[in-house]
């Protein structure tokens, strides 16, 4: 178990991603897979309120709806930690964070989520048009009406997590304790040079998000013929390089010591490095799922972490 940051708050080493819910995972699938996370011993669930208005017919809150039914038929609301986020675009006059509009996503999230509270309630984009002050005052009064126990970023760079943290101390308002970056074996950089050290040094909790690159990370994507096997495919061409092939080389090799696969052996990676609490992942069967988990009991040696580190250094 880890802390999220300073939060009090413990959870496994692993985010269930609830971006599937209501989109490629139906509901009885939705349903069934929080079942076995919960039952599996894991509690940390990652939504957000605009999940998954890509989807056409979509409006957005179908992921927090599909959540709330779960928690309303199971009673398990005390066995897991539910975060999700507000500041996407949920319409042209809906998006940001100013603290009317936050005020007001929070009361819609909490009546999908079908609950009292938000266990962690985070910004899912910064949002350069509202000063720091007023965000931050608007998690301050949730917090303080028992509506969020704790508070994240996501998206934020260096300067402006540090400016928050700044306005946080400075004004008494609550403090961010977790961030989401894009962050994962072939996605090193930007998270490691400036974030990394930030929020090592302040005791922020890292759940980092496009854990497994798409699916790229799996092995499922070896060559351009490999990438018309999902949807998500054209999104990891990218990935096709000698770089990208050297990372699933030293997968590969890392997974058949271990009696691990690729995907578990790149999560167990992530959740090995300094300042991660939680890498997310999602999944769209049970047998998926049992993978994912299976990376919280890989424990990879220094020699492992040395290769898929030289491999994939940036």
Same mark, same amino acid.
């Given at each position: 178990?880890?802390?999220?940051?300073?939060?009090?708050? /413990?959870?496994?080493?692993?985010?269930?991603?609830?971006?599937?819910?209501?989109?490629?995972?139906?509901?009885?699938?939705?349903?069934?897979?929080?079942?076995?996370?919960?039952? #599996?011993?894991?509690?940390?669930?990652?939504?957000?309120?605009?999940?998954?208005?890509?989807?056409? @017919?979509?409006?957005?809150?179908?992921?927090?709806?599909?959540?709330?039914?779960?928690?309303?038929?199971?009673?398990?609301?005390?066995?897991?930690?539910?975060?999700?986020?507000? !500041?996407?675009?949920?319409?042209?006059?809906?998006? !940001?964070?100013?603290?009317?509009?936050?005020?007001?996503?929070?009361?819609? #999230?909490?009546?999908?989520?079908?609950?009292?509270?938000?266990?962690?309630?985070?910004?899912?984009?910064?949002?350069?048009?509202?000063?720091? /002050?007023?965000?931050?005052?608007?998690?301050?009064?949730?917090?303080?009406?028992?509506?969020?126990?704790?508070?994240?970023?996501?998206?934020?760079? +260096?300067?402006?997590?540090?400016?928050?943290? /700044?306005?946080?101390?400075?004004?008494?308002?609550?403090?961010?304790?977790?961030?989401?970056?894009?962050?994962?074996?072939?996605?090193?950089?930007?998270?490691?040079?400036?974030?990394?050290?930030?929020?090592?040094?302040?005791?922020? @909790?890292?759940?980092?998000?496009?854990?497994?690159?798409?699916?790229?990370?799996?092995?499922?994507?070896?060559?351009?013929?490999?990438?018309?096997?999902?949807?998500?495919?054209?999104?990891?061409?990218?990935?096709?390089? !000698?770089?990208?092939?050297?990372?699933?080389?030293?997968?590969?090799?890392? +997974?058949?010591?271990? +009696?691990?696969?690729?995907?578990?052996?790149?999560?167990?990676?992530?959740? +090995?490095?300094?300042?991660?609490?939680?890498?997310?992942?999602?999944?769209?069967?049970?047998?998926?799922?049992?993978?994912?988990?299976?990376?919280?009991?890989?424990?990879?040696?220094?020699?492992?972490?040395?290769?898929? !580190?030289?491999?994939?250094?940036?």
């Amino acid at each position: 178990m880890r802390n999220i940051g300073n939060s009090g708050i /413990e959870v496994a080493p692993l985010a269930f991603g609830g971006n599937v819910f209501g989109w490629t995972a139906d509901e009885a699938m939705s349903l069934a897979l929080l079942d076995h996370f919960a039952a #599996s011993g894991m509690q940390l669930i990652d939504t957000a309120d605009v999940y998954s208005r890509w989807v056409p @017919g979509h409006v957005g809150g179908e992921s927090e709806t599909l959540i709330g039914k779960w928690i309303k038929r199971s009673g398990q609301r005390d066995k897991v930690v539910i975060a999700t986020k507000v !500041g996407m675009e949920m319409a042209p006059d809906r998006k !940001g964070l100013r603290k009317d509009y936050i005020l007001r996503s929070a009361e819609e #999230s909490l009546r999908r989520l079908q609950t009292d509270y938000i266990d962690l309630y985070q910004a899912h984009a910064d949002d350069a048009d509202t000063p720091l /002050e007023e965000t931050l005052e608007a998690f301050a009064l949730l917090v303080k009406a028992g509506k969020v126990r704790a508070i994240g970023a996501s998206n934020y760079n +260096a300067a402006r997590l540090r400016q928050a943290l /700044e306005v946080s101390r400075a004004q008494g308002l609550p403090q961010y304790v977790t961030l989401q970056p894009h962050y994962n074996l072939v996605e090193r950089r930007e998270f490691e040079q400036s974030l990394a050290p930030l929020c090592v040094e302040a005791g922020i @909790g890292v759940i980092p998000y496009y854990s497994l690159a798409s699916g790229f990370l799996t092995g499922k994507y070896r060559t351009e013929a490999d990438l018309g096997k999902s949807v998500r495919g054209q999104g990891v061409k990218k990935y096709l390089d !000698g770089r990208g092939l050297g990372i699933l080389a030293a997968l590969d090799e890392v +997974a058949q010591e271990t +009696a691990g696969t690729p995907a578990q052996v790149a999560l167990a990676w992530l959740i +090995a490095q300094p300042a991660v609490t939680a890498p997310i992942a999602s999944a769209t069967s049970i047998a998926q799922l049992d993978e994912l988990i299976g990376a919280t009991r890989l424990t990879l040696s220094q020699s492992a972490l040395d290769r898929l !580190g030289k491999a994939s250094a940036q």
